[in-house]
């Protein structure tokens, strides 16, 4: 693993004007993780050297991590390397090229391109702390608003909504690399309620958010799809069932459902 004791990130992020949050949403880790990594306390492993690469291929990687050569990637101008993105209320949300693309009438979907072929997608994040609100407030635009963002590395422009929410618990939990852990921040894909008559594609994705009016926002995988009878069976990873049981909720209960596509890691 590779450590740093003199980096550039505190450097980067006050130029692009954005807060601590919003730069370890760039990077796709929680914010405690962040500030360990600018302070030269968290080692580098290549999962995490990758998201810095794809985050910012304009800049050098040693000159971030070490403090040492040259800023800039050959061919990539001062200019370049210091261009921000500004969307909503103008606040400064990205170190990338000036190309933002909105992918459908409804603005669900904002992509900053990194290098040819890759971008990253923003979405709104309801953390720990707003999942209180969000059962009043998906449909309230300053609410949505008020989300700060989150950004995941997609190949291609996707149509639909999506959305962040941070994970808190252990019901996800096995021990196993498949766990969504605590603190993780997952991405899914908003699924229209009239496809709900159909059977999920379960077999395809994994992991399920259910917006539920009682419950609240629950992650879990779905265990079976009674499409007859509208019931769907949730299941945890925790093996610990006397704690975290199967159960049943009625999709006449469920305000949103999205199916999980991209799972950032707290580390």
Known sequence: METYPANNFEVL?????????????????????YSRIKKGEYPIGLTMKTRIQNAFPQVQYDWLL???????????????????????????IGYFSNDVKFIDENKNNIFFEVSPGRYLMQTKLVTEKAKAGYLSGFSDAEYMDDLPAHFITVNEFHKGAYRSFEVSGDSMTDGTDASVLDGDIVTGRLIKRELWQSKFHTHKYRYWVIVHRYEGVIIKEIANHDVTNGILTLRSLNLDKATYPDFEVSLDDVDQIFNVVDISRSL
């Open 66 to 92: 070490y403090g040492k050569g040259e800023r800039n990637e050959p061919g990539a101008s001062q200019s370049d390397t210091i261009s921000m993105i500004n969307v909503g209320n103008g606040k400064s």
């Open 13 to 33: 992020r006050l130029e692009m004007g954005i807060t601590n949050r919003e730069f370890a949403g760039i990077l796709g880790v929680r914010e405690q993780v």
